[in-house]
Protein backbone atom coordinates (compact mmCIF):
# COMPACT_ATOMS: atom_id res chain seq x y z
CA UNK A 1 0.00 0.00 0.00
CA UNK A 2 3.04 2.86 0.63
CA UNK A 3 3.29 2.63 -3.39
CA UNK A 4 -0.24 3.40 -3.95
CA UNK A 5 -0.21 5.64 -0.47
CA UNK A 6 2.80 7.73 -2.68
CA UNK A 7 0.57 8.40 -5.71
CA UNK A 8 -0.91 11.57 -4.56
CA UNK A 9 -2.84 14.09 -6.60
CA UNK A 10 -1.53 15.03 -9.95
CA UNK A 11 -0.09 18.72 -10.28
CA UNK A 12 -2.77 21.01 -11.45
CA UNK A 13 0.31 22.50 -13.78
CA UNK A 14 -0.33 18.69 -15.26
CA UNK A 15 -3.62 19.12 -15.36
CA UNK A 16 -3.67 22.38 -16.98
CA UNK A 17 -1.87 20.64 -20.37
CA UNK A 18 -5.60 18.26 -20.20
CA UNK A 19 -6.84 21.86 -22.27
CA UNK A 20 -7.47 21.27 -25.84
CA UNK A 21 -6.99 24.09 -27.78
CA UNK A 22 -9.72 22.57 -30.19
CA UNK A 23 -11.97 23.10 -27.22
CA UNK A 24 -11.34 26.68 -26.55
CA UNK A 25 -11.55 27.27 -30.17
CA UNK A 26 -15.25 25.53 -30.33
CA UNK A 27 -16.31 27.59 -27.17
CA UNK A 28 -15.07 30.94 -28.70
CA UNK A 29 -17.48 29.69 -32.03
CA UNK A 30 -20.17 29.73 -29.72
CA UNK A 31 -19.62 32.54 -28.42
CA UNK A 32 -18.86 34.31 -31.83
CA UNK A 33 -22.32 33.20 -32.97
CA UNK A 34 -23.81 34.24 -29.99
CA UNK A 35 -22.53 37.63 -30.40
CA UNK A 36 -23.04 38.18 -34.20
CA UNK A 37 -26.74 37.38 -33.37
CA UNK A 38 -27.56 39.37 -30.54
CA UNK A 39 -25.99 42.33 -32.94
CA UNK A 40 -28.31 41.13 -36.12
CA UNK A 41 -31.73 41.05 -33.67
CA UNK A 42 -30.58 44.01 -31.32
CA UNK A 43 -30.94 46.33 -34.21
CA UNK A 44 -33.27 45.27 -36.30
CA UNK A 45 -35.94 43.79 -33.99
CA UNK A 46 -35.06 46.25 -31.11
CA UNK A 47 -34.27 49.53 -33.42
CA UNK A 48 -31.02 50.04 -31.18
CA UNK A 49 -28.55 52.28 -32.62
CA UNK A 50 -25.32 51.19 -32.18
CA UNK A 51 -21.65 51.43 -33.81
CA UNK A 52 -22.32 48.58 -35.99
CA UNK A 53 -18.75 48.96 -37.18
CA UNK A 54 -16.89 48.70 -34.25
CA UNK A 55 -18.84 46.05 -33.51
CA UNK A 56 -18.15 43.84 -35.74
CA UNK A 57 -14.49 44.75 -35.23
CA UNK A 58 -14.67 43.32 -31.63
CA UNK A 59 -16.05 39.81 -33.35
CA UNK A 60 -13.22 40.03 -36.10
CA UNK A 61 -10.79 39.65 -33.71
CA UNK A 62 -12.16 36.95 -31.65
CA UNK A 63 -12.56 35.48 -35.46
CA UNK A 64 -9.08 36.24 -36.71
CA UNK A 65 -7.84 34.45 -33.30
CA UNK A 66 -9.73 31.48 -34.03
CA UNK A 67 -9.07 31.36 -37.40
CA UNK A 68 -5.21 32.39 -36.65
CA UNK A 69 -4.93 29.38 -33.95
CA UNK A 70 -7.06 26.44 -36.00
CA UNK A 71 -4.17 27.30 -38.99
CA UNK A 72 -0.83 27.64 -37.10
CA UNK A 73 -1.18 24.69 -34.59
CA UNK A 74 -1.79 21.50 -34.71
CA UNK A 75 -5.34 19.48 -33.77
CA UNK A 76 -4.22 17.64 -30.71
CA UNK A 77 -2.70 20.49 -29.66
CA UNK A 78 -2.98 20.83 -25.59
CA UNK A 79 -2.17 24.01 -23.95
CA UNK A 80 -0.04 24.92 -21.17
CA UNK A 81 -0.50 26.64 -17.83
CA UNK A 82 0.55 30.33 -19.64
CA UNK A 83 -1.08 29.56 -22.84
CA UNK A 84 -5.10 28.72 -21.64
CA UNK A 85 -4.73 32.03 -19.82
CA UNK A 86 -3.54 33.92 -22.56
CA UNK A 87 -6.57 32.90 -24.67
CA UNK A 88 -8.94 33.33 -21.76
CA UNK A 89 -7.78 36.64 -21.02
CA UNK A 90 -8.12 37.59 -24.67
CA UNK A 91 -11.69 36.38 -24.49
CA UNK A 92 -12.16 38.91 -21.18
CA UNK A 93 -10.88 41.85 -23.37
CA UNK A 94 -12.78 41.17 -26.26
CA UNK A 95 -16.10 40.92 -24.42
CA UNK A 96 -15.05 43.81 -22.46
CA UNK A 97 -14.73 45.74 -26.11
CA UNK A 98 -17.80 44.42 -27.12
CA UNK A 99 -19.54 45.70 -24.13
CA UNK A 100 -17.95 49.01 -24.25
CA UNK A 101 -19.74 49.35 -27.49
CA UNK A 102 -23.12 48.48 -26.51
CA UNK A 103 -24.35 50.11 -23.35
CA UNK A 104 -21.26 48.60 -20.55
CA UNK A 105 -23.16 47.31 -17.69
CA UNK A 106 -26.45 48.33 -18.97
CA UNK A 107 -26.25 44.94 -21.35
CA UNK A 108 -27.43 42.40 -20.00
CA UNK A 109 -25.13 40.19 -21.49
CA UNK A 110 -22.29 41.62 -19.10
CA UNK A 111 -22.79 38.33 -17.10
CA UNK A 112 -21.04 37.03 -20.01
CA UNK A 113 -17.58 37.91 -18.34
CA UNK A 114 -18.48 35.41 -15.69
CA UNK A 115 -17.70 32.82 -18.63
CA UNK A 116 -13.99 32.86 -18.89
CA UNK A 117 -12.74 33.11 -15.20
CA UNK A 118 -15.22 29.53 -14.59
CA UNK A 119 -13.46 28.06 -17.28
CA UNK A 120 -9.96 29.08 -15.50
CA UNK A 121 -11.29 27.61 -11.96
CA UNK A 122 -12.39 24.29 -13.70
CA UNK A 123 -8.66 23.63 -15.81
CA UNK A 124 -5.89 26.32 -14.08
CA UNK A 125 -4.19 27.13 -11.07
CA UNK A 126 -5.67 28.88 -8.35
CA UNK A 127 -2.82 31.42 -9.08
CA UNK A 128 -4.16 32.06 -12.99
CA UNK A 129 -7.63 32.14 -11.67
CA UNK A 130 -7.02 34.71 -9.64
CA UNK A 131 -5.22 36.98 -12.02
CA UNK A 132 -8.23 36.38 -14.69
CA UNK A 133 -10.88 37.08 -11.71
CA UNK A 134 -9.14 40.54 -11.00
CA UNK A 135 -8.81 41.34 -14.36
CA UNK A 136 -12.71 40.83 -15.43
CA UNK A 137 -13.89 42.56 -12.18
CA UNK A 138 -11.77 45.68 -12.60
CA UNK A 139 -12.73 46.10 -16.50
CA UNK A 140 -16.56 45.27 -15.23
CA UNK A 141 -15.79 48.19 -12.99
CA UNK A 142 -14.91 50.05 -16.15
CA UNK A 143 -17.92 49.13 -17.84
CA UNK A 144 -19.91 50.93 -15.08
CA UNK A 145 -18.99 54.07 -16.07
CA UNK A 146 -16.95 54.06 -19.62
CA UNK A 147 -19.54 52.90 -22.72
CA UNK A 148 -20.82 53.91 -25.74
CA UNK A 149 -24.17 54.75 -24.15
CA UNK A 150 -27.53 52.50 -26.38
CA UNK A 151 -29.56 54.80 -28.13
CA UNK A 152 -32.88 53.48 -29.81
CA UNK A 153 -34.18 55.66 -33.00
CA UNK A 154 -36.36 58.01 -31.77
CA UNK A 155 -33.34 59.26 -29.02
CA UNK A 156 -34.09 57.92 -25.90
CA UNK A 157 -30.67 56.19 -24.14
CA UNK A 158 -31.81 52.96 -23.33
CA UNK A 159 -30.05 52.59 -19.60
CA UNK A 160 -30.71 51.05 -16.07
CA UNK A 161 -31.20 53.40 -12.82
CA UNK A 162 -28.59 54.27 -11.16
CA UNK A 163 -29.38 51.93 -7.80
CA UNK A 164 -30.08 48.49 -10.63
CA UNK A 165 -26.89 49.48 -12.48
CA UNK A 166 -25.22 49.10 -8.88
CA UNK A 167 -27.31 46.10 -7.94
CA UNK A 168 -25.93 44.22 -11.20
CA UNK A 169 -22.14 45.63 -10.83
CA UNK A 170 -22.62 44.08 -7.66
CA UNK A 171 -24.16 40.75 -8.86
CA UNK A 172 -21.32 40.48 -11.09
CA UNK A 173 -18.77 40.82 -8.56
CA UNK A 174 -20.11 38.52 -6.34
CA UNK A 175 -20.65 35.63 -9.32
CA UNK A 176 -16.87 36.16 -10.26
CA UNK A 177 -15.84 34.68 -6.60
CA UNK A 178 -18.79 32.27 -6.15
CA UNK A 179 -18.62 31.11 -9.72
CA UNK A 180 -14.75 30.73 -9.79
CA UNK A 181 -14.50 29.17 -6.16
CA UNK A 182 -17.29 26.74 -6.72
CA UNK A 183 -15.77 25.38 -10.03
CA UNK A 184 -12.90 24.87 -8.64
CA UNK A 185 -13.74 23.21 -5.16
CA UNK A 186 -15.89 20.55 -7.60
CA UNK A 187 -13.41 19.89 -10.07
CA UNK A 188 -10.69 19.78 -7.12
CA UNK A 189 -13.10 17.18 -5.62
CA UNK A 190 -13.59 15.43 -9.03
CA UNK A 191 -9.87 15.21 -9.36
CA UNK A 192 -9.10 13.69 -6.13
CA UNK A 193 -11.70 10.98 -6.72
CA UNK A 194 -10.40 10.40 -10.02
CA UNK A 195 -7.07 10.17 -8.36
CA UNK A 196 -7.93 8.04 -6.21
CA UNK A 197 -10.00 5.76 -8.18
CA UNK A 198 -6.88 5.27 -10.45
CA UNK A 199 -4.65 4.28 -7.51
CA UNK A 200 -7.58 1.94 -6.76
CA UNK A 201 -7.25 0.33 -10.32
CA UNK A 202 -3.22 0.04 -9.87
CA UNK A 203 -3.75 -1.74 -6.48
CA UNK A 204 -6.26 -4.11 -7.47
CA UNK A 205 -4.44 -4.72 -10.90
CA UNK A 206 -1.06 -5.17 -9.24
CA UNK A 207 -2.85 -8.01 -6.96
CA UNK A 208 -4.12 -9.86 -9.92
CA UNK A 209 -1.07 -9.68 -11.53
CA UNK A 210 0.51 -11.41 -8.14
CA UNK A 211 -1.88 -14.05 -8.08
CA UNK A 212 -1.58 -14.49 -11.61
CA UNK A 213 1.97 -14.84 -11.35
CA UNK A 214 1.74 -17.62 -8.39
CA UNK A 215 -0.58 -19.97 -11.09
CA UNK A 216 2.15 -19.74 -13.44
CA UNK A 217 5.33 -20.42 -11.14
CA UNK A 218 2.92 -23.31 -9.82
CA UNK A 219 2.45 -24.42 -12.99
CA UNK A 220 6.22 -24.04 -14.27
CA UNK A 221 7.05 -26.09 -11.32
CA UNK A 222 4.56 -28.57 -12.01
CA UNK A 223 5.60 -28.93 -15.65
CA UNK A 224 9.38 -29.20 -15.21
CA UNK A 225 8.94 -31.57 -12.00
CA UNK A 226 8.91 -34.87 -15.23
CA UNK A 227 12.31 -33.96 -16.79
CA UNK A 228 14.35 -32.93 -13.66
CA UNK A 229 13.13 -36.06 -12.20
CA UNK A 230 14.69 -37.52 -15.53
CA UNK A 231 17.90 -35.70 -15.10
CA UNK A 232 18.34 -36.86 -11.70
CA UNK A 233 17.72 -40.65 -12.57
CA UNK A 234 19.90 -40.25 -15.15
CA UNK A 235 22.90 -38.44 -13.80
CA UNK A 236 22.37 -41.40 -10.77
CA UNK A 237 22.80 -44.09 -13.44
CA UNK A 238 26.10 -42.79 -14.94
CA UNK A 239 27.47 -42.05 -11.50
CA UNK A 240 27.18 -45.71 -11.33
CA UNK A 241 28.63 -46.12 -14.92
CA UNK A 242 31.60 -43.77 -14.39
CA UNK A 243 32.81 -44.85 -10.97
CA UNK A 244 36.32 -45.81 -12.30
CA UNK A 245 36.70 -42.51 -14.07
CA UNK A 246 36.37 -39.76 -10.98
CA UNK A 247 36.29 -36.54 -12.93
CA UNK A 248 33.30 -37.70 -15.26
CA UNK A 249 31.75 -38.91 -11.98
CA UNK A 250 32.47 -35.58 -10.23
CA UNK A 251 30.36 -33.90 -13.42
CA UNK A 252 27.51 -36.10 -13.17
CA UNK A 253 27.15 -35.92 -9.52
CA UNK A 254 27.06 -31.76 -9.91
CA UNK A 255 24.25 -32.45 -12.44
CA UNK A 256 22.09 -34.37 -10.04
CA UNK A 257 23.14 -31.95 -7.47
CA UNK A 258 21.99 -29.00 -9.37
CA UNK A 259 18.50 -31.13 -10.52
CA UNK A 260 17.90 -30.91 -6.91
CA UNK A 261 18.42 -27.59 -6.55
CA UNK A 262 16.06 -26.62 -9.48
CA UNK A 263 13.54 -28.46 -7.90
CA UNK A 264 13.98 -27.02 -4.05
CA UNK A 265 13.80 -23.67 -5.99
CA UNK A 266 10.50 -24.14 -8.04
CA UNK A 267 9.16 -25.65 -4.94
CA UNK A 268 9.74 -22.98 -3.03
CA UNK A 269 8.51 -20.59 -5.40
CA UNK A 270 4.96 -22.72 -5.87
CA UNK A 271 4.12 -21.92 -2.70
CA UNK A 272 3.61 -18.56 -3.77
CA UNK A 273 0.41 -18.88 -5.46
CA UNK A 274 -1.51 -21.97 -7.69
CA UNK A 275 -3.24 -22.14 -10.70
CA UNK A 276 -5.40 -25.40 -9.34
CA UNK A 277 -8.83 -24.79 -9.39
CA UNK A 278 -9.40 -26.26 -5.67
CA UNK A 279 -7.22 -22.95 -4.37
CA UNK A 280 -9.61 -20.46 -5.83
CA UNK A 281 -12.00 -20.73 -2.79
CA UNK A 282 -10.63 -21.29 1.20
CA UNK A 283 -12.24 -21.08 4.02
CA UNK A 284 -13.36 -17.43 5.19
CA UNK A 285 -10.67 -17.71 8.13
CA UNK A 286 -8.36 -18.73 6.08
CA UNK A 287 -8.44 -15.73 3.56
CA UNK A 288 -8.61 -13.22 6.30
CA UNK A 289 -5.75 -14.78 7.85
CA UNK A 290 -3.72 -14.07 4.34
CA UNK A 291 -5.02 -10.99 3.88
CA UNK A 292 -3.44 -9.99 7.39
CA UNK A 293 0.26 -11.99 7.02
CA UNK A 294 1.97 -9.54 5.52
CA UNK A 295 1.68 -7.48 8.51
CA UNK A 296 1.86 -9.98 11.64
CA UNK A 297 5.59 -9.22 11.70
CA UNK A 298 5.62 -5.24 12.53
CA UNK A 299 5.74 -4.72 15.82
CA UNK A 300 2.70 -5.03 16.68
CA UNK A 301 0.57 -8.38 17.60
CA UNK A 302 -2.64 -9.30 15.90
CA UNK A 303 -5.16 -11.41 17.42
CA UNK A 304 -7.85 -13.99 15.12
CA UNK A 305 -10.67 -14.62 17.15
CA UNK A 306 -14.14 -16.02 15.95
CA UNK A 307 -17.52 -14.42 16.97
CA UNK A 308 -19.91 -17.02 14.70
CA UNK A 309 -23.30 -17.69 15.63
CA UNK A 310 -22.06 -21.43 15.76
CA UNK A 311 -25.02 -23.12 17.17
CA UNK A 312 -27.59 -21.69 14.79
CA UNK A 313 -24.74 -22.17 11.76
CA UNK A 314 -21.25 -24.11 13.01
CA UNK A 315 -20.46 -24.58 9.13
CA UNK A 316 -17.36 -22.01 8.07
CA UNK A 317 -18.28 -20.12 4.86
CA UNK A 318 -16.46 -21.24 2.25
CA UNK A 319 -15.42 -18.04 -0.78
CA UNK A 320 -13.99 -16.96 -3.70
CA UNK A 321 -10.65 -15.72 -2.76
CA UNK A 322 -11.01 -12.53 -4.74
CA UNK A 323 -8.42 -10.14 -5.30
CA UNK A 324 -10.53 -6.97 -4.22
CA UNK A 325 -10.98 -8.78 -1.20
CA UNK A 326 -7.81 -10.07 -0.20
CA UNK A 327 -6.48 -6.53 -0.70
CA UNK A 328 -9.24 -4.12 0.89
CA UNK A 329 -9.19 -6.50 4.18
CA UNK A 330 -5.23 -6.26 3.95
CA UNK A 331 -5.46 -2.18 3.71
CA UNK A 332 -7.80 -2.39 7.12
CA UNK A 333 -5.24 -4.44 8.60
CA UNK A 334 -2.07 -2.36 7.52
CA UNK A 335 -4.25 0.97 8.83
CA UNK A 336 -5.05 -0.31 12.44
CA UNK A 337 -1.38 -1.87 12.36
CA UNK A 338 -0.04 1.64 11.46
CA UNK A 339 -2.09 3.19 14.53
CA UNK A 340 -2.07 0.62 17.11
CA UNK A 341 -0.04 0.74 20.45
CA UNK A 342 0.36 -2.53 20.50
CA UNK A 343 -2.52 -5.13 19.45
CA UNK A 344 -4.62 -5.51 17.04
CA UNK A 345 -7.86 -7.86 16.88
CA UNK A 346 -9.44 -9.27 13.53
CA UNK A 347 -12.65 -10.75 14.66
CA UNK A 348 -14.66 -13.04 12.63
CA UNK A 349 -18.03 -13.75 12.30
CA UNK A 350 -20.48 -15.75 10.30
CA UNK A 351 -24.41 -16.28 10.75
CA UNK A 352 -27.32 -18.25 8.50
CA UNK A 353 -27.70 -14.84 6.00
CA UNK A 354 -24.30 -12.31 6.98
CA UNK A 355 -20.38 -13.17 6.77
CA UNK A 356 -18.31 -10.00 8.39
CA UNK A 357 -14.69 -9.05 10.16
CA UNK A 358 -14.67 -6.24 12.47
CA UNK A 359 -10.76 -4.82 12.75
CA UNK A 360 -10.05 -3.19 16.19
CA UNK A 361 -6.64 -1.85 17.48
CA UNK A 362 -5.79 -0.05 20.77
CA UNK A 363 -4.79 3.44 19.42
CA UNK A 364 -6.11 6.72 19.58
CA UNK A 365 -9.18 6.00 17.00
CA UNK A 366 -10.03 7.83 14.61
CA UNK A 367 -10.37 11.82 15.34
CA UNK A 368 -14.28 13.29 15.56
CA UNK A 369 -13.73 16.14 13.01
CA UNK A 370 -13.42 13.24 10.12
CA UNK A 371 -15.02 10.24 11.33
CA UNK A 372 -18.00 10.96 9.02
CA UNK A 373 -15.83 11.19 5.95
CA UNK A 374 -14.08 8.20 6.34
CA UNK A 375 -13.17 6.65 2.73
CA UNK A 376 -12.89 9.98 0.90
CA UNK A 377 -9.76 10.11 -0.77
CA UNK A 378 -6.28 12.03 0.25
CA UNK A 379 -7.36 13.09 3.97
CA UNK A 380 -4.43 13.18 6.52
CA UNK A 381 -3.80 11.45 9.62
CA UNK A 382 -6.69 10.07 12.00
CA UNK A 383 -5.67 13.37 14.74
CA UNK A 384 -4.52 16.73 12.37
CA UNK A 385 -0.66 16.95 13.98
CA UNK A 386 -0.45 13.48 15.01
CA UNK A 387 3.38 12.14 14.14
CA UNK A 388 2.87 9.09 11.46
CA UNK A 389 3.94 5.76 12.88
CA UNK A 390 5.38 4.65 9.98
CA UNK A 391 9.01 6.71 9.16
CA UNK A 392 8.28 8.46 5.68
CA UNK A 393 4.80 8.05 5.49
CA UNK A 394 2.12 10.93 5.59
CA UNK A 395 -1.05 9.31 5.61
CA UNK A 396 -3.92 10.82 2.92
CA UNK A 397 -6.45 8.50 3.90
CA UNK A 398 -6.30 6.31 0.14
CA UNK A 399 -5.69 3.34 1.96
CA UNK A 400 -8.95 3.28 3.52
CA UNK A 401 -10.40 4.91 0.04
CA UNK A 402 -8.91 1.71 -1.68
CA UNK A 403 -10.13 -0.82 0.89
CA UNK A 404 -13.85 0.97 0.85
CA UNK A 405 -14.17 0.86 -3.11
CA UNK A 406 -12.67 -2.66 -3.44
CA UNK A 407 -14.80 -4.21 -0.50
CA UNK A 408 -18.09 -2.52 -1.58
CA UNK A 409 -17.27 -3.58 -4.87
CA UNK A 410 -17.62 -6.88 -3.86
CA UNK A 411 -20.72 -6.54 -2.54
CA UNK A 412 -19.68 -5.36 1.48
CA UNK A 413 -21.08 -2.57 3.58
CA UNK A 414 -18.69 -0.82 6.19
CA UNK A 415 -19.08 0.74 9.45
CA UNK A 416 -16.50 2.89 11.05
CA UNK A 417 -16.43 3.89 14.81
CA UNK A 418 -13.93 4.18 17.78
CA UNK A 419 -14.18 2.13 20.47
CA UNK A 420 -14.21 4.66 23.04
CA UNK A 421 -15.45 8.20 23.45
CA UNK A 422 -13.62 10.06 26.11
CA UNK A 423 -16.72 12.73 25.98
CA UNK A 424 -19.27 10.03 27.00
CA UNK A 425 -16.96 7.90 28.93
CA UNK A 426 -15.71 9.24 32.29
CA UNK A 427 -14.21 5.21 33.50
CA UNK A 428 -11.07 3.74 32.28
CA UNK A 429 -10.17 3.08 28.94
CA UNK A 430 -11.04 -0.27 27.76
CA UNK A 431 -8.67 -2.96 25.82
CA UNK A 432 -9.94 -2.23 22.58
CA UNK A 433 -10.21 1.29 23.27
CA UNK A 434 -8.89 2.39 18.86
CA UNK A 435 -10.81 2.37 15.64
CA UNK A 436 -13.41 -0.06 14.96
CA UNK A 437 -14.13 -0.93 11.36
CA UNK A 438 -16.60 -3.40 10.33
CA UNK A 439 -17.19 -5.19 7.22
CA UNK A 440 -20.27 -7.25 6.27
CA UNK A 441 -21.57 -9.34 3.39
CA UNK A 442 -24.38 -10.75 2.75
CA UNK A 443 -23.41 -14.77 2.75
CA UNK A 444 -24.85 -15.52 -1.00
CA UNK A 445 -22.59 -13.22 -2.32
CA UNK A 446 -19.59 -14.03 -0.85
CA UNK A 447 -20.13 -17.82 -0.35
CA UNK A 448 -18.62 -20.00 -3.16
CA UNK A 449 -20.82 -22.79 -4.84
CA UNK A 450 -20.81 -26.18 -3.33
CA UNK A 451 -19.81 -29.16 -5.31
CA UNK A 452 -22.50 -31.90 -4.68
CA UNK A 453 -22.10 -35.84 -5.15
CA UNK A 454 -20.36 -36.51 -8.11
CA UNK A 455 -20.38 -32.89 -9.37
CA UNK A 456 -16.65 -32.35 -10.34
CA UNK A 457 -14.53 -29.11 -10.00
CA UNK A 458 -13.42 -27.56 -13.18
CA UNK A 459 -10.29 -29.13 -14.54
CA UNK A 460 -7.20 -27.61 -14.15
CA UNK A 461 -5.56 -25.26 -16.76
CA UNK A 462 -2.24 -26.72 -18.44
CA UNK A 463 0.83 -24.61 -18.35
Not at 76 to 85: D, H, T
Not at 144 to 151: E, G, K, M, S
Not at 210 to 229: C, S
Request: negative net charge; hydrophobic residues 45%.
Amino acid sequence: MAETANIGVLPLQKRSQWVRLRTLIGLRWVAIAGQIVAITVSQAWFDLQMPIGLCFFAVGLAIIANLFSIFVYPENKRLSEQEAAGMLMFDIVQITLLLFFTGGLNNPFALLLLAPVTVSATALRVKSTIVLGATSAVLMSVLAFAYIPLVDTNGVVQQLPVLFRFGFWVANLIGIVFMAAYAGKVMSEVNNMSDALLATQMALAREQKLTDLGGVVAAAAHELGTPLATIKLVSAELMEELSDNPDLRDDAALIRDQADRCRDILRSMGRAGKDDTHMHVAPFATVVSEAAEPHQDRGKTVHFEFAADLENDPREPTIMRRPEIIHGLRNLVQNAVDFASANVWVEMQWSEHQVGVRIMDDGDGYSPNIIGRIGDPFMRNRRSGETPKRPGYEGMGLGLFIAKTLLERSGASLSFANGFDPFMDDGPRPERCGAVVEVLWPRELIEAPTRQGGEKWDENKRF
